[in-house]
């Protein structure tokens, strides 16, 4: 007689991965601290202009006599971290070809690829791949999370992507110079943000004029 069907068997490799990556995240985020190193996960959708407001934010940080770093995620090309190279930041490449977000791994080995220790830098920024929904997943052992929100993107995008932007310490709202050209209501926008995240602290900024480049430098 034939054996009764087996029921069917659910493995949640996803549960799985995320506590792998979150206790990795949790041995990086103890180096950090034991080399009092504040480490910041700016997040945001392609194009809202991470890579420009680093660059100005480099600026400022060099100005200050302050040692930042960049760990930049692409799925292809390194033209990112030459353009924070030349702006005179510390920038090392992940390229992580079809990974649409960066990992708590791919963190630890391009630490090794820094020129000096982390107790050289007085700040650790993790430019994210562009996207705003996988890598609201993956903690990086960071101290900060920073949401990066365009005014060409439209005022709605945090209610669109609540789990993004209800991790998020700092929200910035970018492109501000661009306000009168694409119509975005500020007062909306932030009103969205406090819905989704009240927690988190909100700050308009332009890379292209400096508006607010050395507020931001001053919470980071």
Same mark, same amino acid.
């Given at each position: 007689?034939?054996?009764p069907? @087996?029921?069917p068997?659910h493995?949640?490799?996803?549960a =799985?991965l995320?506590a792998?990556?979150?206790?990795? =995240?949790?041995?990086?985020r103890?180096r950090f601290?034991?080399?009092?190193l504040?480490? /910041?996960?700016?997040?945001?959708?392609?194009g809202?202009g &991470?890579?420009?407001?680093?660059e100005?934010?480099?600026a400022?940080?060099n100005a200050?006599?302050r040692?930042?770093?960049?760990i930049?995620?692409?799925l292809?090309?390194d033209?990112d971290?030459?353009?924070l190279q030349a702006?005179?930041?510390? *920038?090392?490449q992940i390229?992580t070809?079809? *990974?649409?977000?960066? $990992?708590?791994a791919? /963190?630890?080995? =391009?630490l090794? #690829?820094?020129? @000096?220790?982390?107790?050289?830098?007085?700040?650790?920024?993790i430019?994210n791949?562009?996207?705003?929904v996988c890598?609201?997943?993956?903690?990086?052992?960071?101290?900060r999370r920073?949401?990066?929100l365009? /005014?060409?993107?439209?005022?709605?995008?945090?209610? &669109?992507y609540? =789990?993004?932007f209800?991790?998020?310490?700092?929200?910035v709202?970018s492109k501000v110079?661009?306000?009168a050209?694409?119509g975005?209501?500020?007062q909306h926008?932030?009103?969205?943000? #406090?819905?989704?995240a009240? @927690?988190?602290q /909100?700050l $308009?900024?332009s890379?292209?004029?400096? *508006?607010?480049?050395a @507020?931001?430098c001053?919470?980071?």
């Amino acid at each position: 007689m034939p054996s009764p069907p @087996q029921p069917p068997r659910h493995l949640n490799l996803g549960a =799985a991965l995320l506590a792998r990556n979150d206790a990795l =995240a949790a041995q990086l985020r103890g180096r950090f601290t034991t080399a009092r190193l504040p480490v /910041v996960n700016l997040l945001s959708s392609p194009g809202s202009g &991470k890579t420009a407001l680093l660059e100005r934010l480099g600026a400022h940080l060099n100005a200050a006599g302050r040692r930042a770093a960049v760990i930049v995620g692409d799925l292809a090309t390194d033209n990112d971290a030459r353009r924070l190279q030349a702006a005179g930041l510390t *920038a090392v490449q992940i390229t992580t070809g079809q *990974a649409c977000h960066l $990992e708590a791994a791919m /963190v630890e080995r =391009a630490l090794e #690829a820094l020129p @000096q220790p982390l107790e050289g830098f007085d700040l650790l920024l993790i430019e994210n791949v562009g996207n705003l929904v996988c890598p609201a997943a993956y903690d990086l052992g960071e101290s900060r999370r920073l949401v990066l929100l365009s /005014v060409t993107e439209g005022e709605d995008k945090p209610l &669109k992507y609540p =789990a993004m932007f209800r991790s998020a310490d700092l929200v910035v709202i970018s492109k501000v110079d661009l306000l009168a050209a694409t119509g975005f209501d500020l007062q909306h926008a932030r009103h969205h943000i #406090a819905r989704v995240a009240p @927690q988190a602290q /909100v700050l $308009e900024v332009s890379a292209r004029t400096g *508006a607010g480049m050395a @507020q931001l430098c001053g919470l980071l």
